[in-house]
Nanobody, 117 residues
């Protein structure tokens, strides 16, 4: 079992910045990929950014150059620094951890990010 606890999020004006953090606990040794997804009202959940055990980041095209994902293996955390935020970034952001053997997706409870124009 892996538990994910998110922090950060909130309300910010367009062009501003926010930082999301996610702390993993439990069977952390089994985690492979960690990342962030988001879901806007009426839309499907989508990948924002993820990082592999080799620290290779993967970003959605819509956030490249604005968001930075980082993973701290010593603290078992993954963070998402979001700069130059746009109203289109408004969504509930979810922390995700993938365990491969057996395969399982773990999710945080979600944190709201609202960007006002």
């Amino acid at each position: 079992q892996v538990r994910l606890e998110e922090s950060g999020g909130g309300l910010v004006q367009a062009g501003g910045s926010l930082r999301l953090s996610c702390a993993a606990s439990g069977s952390i040794f089994s985690i492979n990929v960690m990342g962030w997804y988001r879901q806007a009202p009426g839309k499907q959940r989508e990948l924002v950014a993820a990082v592999t055990p080799g620290n290779m980041p993967n970003y959605a095209d819509s956030v490249k150059g604005r968001f930075t994902i980082s993973r701290d293996y010593a603290k078992n955390t993954v963070s998402l620094q979001m700069n130059s935020l746009k109203p289109a970034d408004t969504a509930v952001y979810y922390c995700n951890a993938v365990v491969l053997h057996p395969f399982y997706d773990y999710w945080g409870q979600g944190t709201q990010v609202t960007v006002s124009s």
